[in-house]
Each structure stands twice: as structure tokens, then as C-alpha cells.
């Protein structure tokens, strides 16, 4: 079956612009996950989502990001007033549920960001 | 918290010879998963295997088996048969099961190059 899609693979943007990513998790998930990975920093978690609630935020390094998740399927992460350090590759990854049946967490190609 | 160690940050092996990756980790979670993903230059996280702490027998998929020690805290990939295709990085996670537990916390990652 399908995986988990992000669009777009690659964004450039300016400084201070704002930007959307996108991720479709695979079809029956429940559970949705978005990292991200920078060179400084490794992989670091930012949100999660069980339907279309978000019960810890707490990843999320700034009020500039924020993200929501509708029908239980689509996901959009937006940064605000992009700033360099924004620079990374922004990954999802879904699951059948958060628990400890369907553990494994199925990533996307994730979503190359680049600020200028 | 929990916290993930790989030393290596760079790994060569011959061709059709097996290699150990190493992981150690640190968790106050009575129980928890271990996990292994695989990292090609593409970027796509793929899933390779998966351990839990009550399994008594090591885990196997294919060509990889994880050698879980649980005493040691230690949970190394193991690749059989290397061949050129699994040049890439490596990253070991974790996270705890049931409850609250979602996230996936993982490792700074080894290169593993394969020479023919």
C-alpha cells in the first residue's frame, strides 16, 4: 500500500516568510508524528497527534510553529516568520496507534527547508 | 528520560561480511521498545527491526537481528551479509510502551559504507 507522503520535498523561502508542510499518513493511521532533522541537533520530536487532537506540544521550539491534523489523515505543520535556524528536514512518520500495539512508526521522505 | 548512545559515528565493512552496530540506552520506563531505522542518502526513515524489553529471545528480520542485553542496556544491530545497498545511516531509538509513551527518541546516527 501507500506510504507516507510530504509535499513538498524541497522549499525554499525568504527569511520571514511563512511556510506550510504537508503529510499524508498512511490510510487507517491513527497516530501521527512530525520530527525534525538538522546536522547541530540530530532528530528531535515536535508534535504528535492521535486523531485529530495533539496531546503534547511540547516539542514545538517556538509559538512560530504550529500544526493541525484534519479527518483524522492530513497534517500541515506551519512555521511562522521563518527564520534560519529553521533550516532542517522536517520528517512525519504515522502509526496504527500510539500504544504499544502498532509501534512502528512509518516515516515519510520528508520535507527539505531551506531559509534564506 | 530517556537517552540513546551510538559511538560510532562511521562504520566500513567488506562486502558479503557481517557488521555490529553499536547502541546503548538509558530509560526509567519499565517497559520500552528498541528500534532500528535505516537512512539512504534519499533521506527516507525506513523501519528495520524492532525489540521490546519483555521479548527474552532476540529479535530477526532477514539479514538484521538485534542483540538485545538487557543487564547491559545495550541493543546492537547486527547485518549479515553486507551488501552494497546498506550503505547508510543507521539510527537506533526507543520509546516507552503503553500510557503516555509515544515519541521516539534516537541516536546521533552511524555511517556504515560498505566496500566492494
Known amino acids: 500500500g501507500a506510504g507516507v507522503s510530504q509535499s513538498p520535498s524541497n522549499k525554499v523561502t525568504e527569511k520571514g516568510k511563512d511556510v506550510e508542510l504537508r503529510c499524508d499518513p498512511i490510510s487507517g493511521h491513527t497516530a501521527l508524528y512530525w520530527y525534525r532533522q538538522s546536522l547541530g541537533q540530530g532528530l528531535e520530536f515536535l508534535i504528535y497527534?492521535?486523531?485529530?487532537?495533539?496531546?503534547?506540544k511540547s516539542g514545538l521550539p517556538s509559538d512560530r510553529f504550529s500544526a493541525e491534523r484534519t479527518g483524522g489523515s492530513v497534517s500541515t505543520l506551519t512555521i511562522q516568520r521563518t527564520q534560519q535556524e529553521d533550516s532542517a528536514v522536517y520528517l512525519c512518520?504515522?502509526?496504527?496507534?500510539?500504544?504499544?500495539?502498532?509501534?512502528?512508526?512509518?516515516f515519510g521522505p520528508g520535507t527539505r527547508l531551506t531559509v534564506t | 528520560a530517556q537517552k540513546i548512545t551510538q559511538t560510532q559515528p562511521g562504520m566500513f565493512v567488506q562486502e558479503k561480511e557481517a557488521v555490529t552496530l553499536d547502541c546503548t540506552y538509558d530509560t526509567s520506563d519499565q517497559s520500552y521498545g528498541l528500534f532500528w531505522y535505516k537512512q539512504p542518502s534519499s533521506g527516507e526513515m525506513i523501519f528495520l527491526i524492532y525489540q521490546g524489553s519483555y521479548d527474552e529471545q532476540n529479535a530477526t528480520e532477514g539479514r538484521y537481528s538485534l542483540n538485545f542485553q538487557k543487564a547491559r542496556k545495550s541493543a546492537n544491530l547486527v547485518i549479515s551479509a553486507s551488501q552494497l545497498g546498506d550503505s547508510a545511516m543507521y539510527f537506533c531509538?526507543?520509546?516507552?510502551?503503553?500510557?503516555?509513551?509515544?515519541?521516539?527518541?534516537f541516536g546521533k546516527g552511524t555511517l556504515l559504507t560498505v566496500n566492494p
Open positions: 531509538a526507543m520509546r516507552g510502551l503503553g500510557g503516555s509513551n509515544y515519541k521516539l527518541t
Open positions: 497527534f492521535q486523531g485529530n487532537s495533539a496531546p503534547d
Open positions: 512518520a504515522s502509526s496504527r496507534t500510539s500504544g504499544s500495539l502498532g509501534y512502528e512508526q512509518y
